[in-house]
Each structure stands twice: as C-alpha cells, then as structure tokens.
C-alpha cells in the first residue's frame, strides 16, 4: 500500500503563486509515476501534470505556468503552480502508480479568486 499526504492548497488572487506537496510513505518502491489531477466542481477530474523516470507531461491548459519535479530521497513530488487563472480552481489530488495499481491522496483545496 502507498499513502499519499497532500499540503500546500489555500486562496490566492490571480497571478499568484501556489506550491503543492505530496509526500508518499508505505510501499514506495516500483513507484514509477508520481503527478497531479484536479476536478472543478461539476467536471470530470483531469490530468495536470505528471512525471515519469524524469519524463515530464502537462496539460496545455498549465504549459509555462506550472513545474512538477519530484525529490526521490523524500519520496515527494511537488507542483509549482504561477500565474494562477480563476480557472486553476479545483480541488488538486496527488497520483501515483506502482506497478499497475493507482492510489490517489486526499484532496486539496486550490481557489483562485480576488
């Protein structure tokens, strides 16, 4: 089992900055994806950004705005999200996958607004 623990949501105005954080604990070797989905009330939850054996994937919606890079002696994996849009508000869960199985944290709170 992999337990994921997520910090770093809040309240930002636009054009600001946020940096999240998901620190993994339990049975992390084979992890070999770590990243970040999000879900805005009333839609499906998407793909941010991910990291794979160093291999970086964002969505186009975040491209130039948000940095995911992943410290492997912490088993953490961080999302430096700039520039934030009204539209960056979701609820932000951490991802992982060992081998074929998925595990997902808890969910943070991501509100952009003035």
């Known amino acids: 089992q992999v337990q994921l623990v997520e910090s770093g949501g809040g309240l930002v105005q636009p054009g600001g900055s946020l940096r999240l954080s998901c620190a993994a604990s339990?049975?992390?070797?084979?992890?070999?994806?770590m990243g970040w989905y999000r879900q805005a009330p009333g839609k499906q939850r998407e793909l941010v950004a991910s990291?794979?054996?160093?291999?970086?994937t964002y969505a186009d919606s975040v491209k130039g705005r948000f940095t995911i890079s992943r410290d492997n002696p912490k088993n953490t994996v961080y999302l430096q999200m700039n520039s934030l849009k009204p539209e960056d508000t979701a609820v932000y869960y951490c991802?992982?996958?060992?081998?074929?199985?998925?595990?997902w944290g808890q969910g943070t709170q991501v509100t952009v607004s003035s």
């Open positions: 991802h992982a996958r060992r081998y074929t199985a998925d595990y």
């Open positions: 339990g049975t992390i070797f084979g992890i070999n994806t």
């Open positions: 990291i794979t054996s160093g291999m970086r």
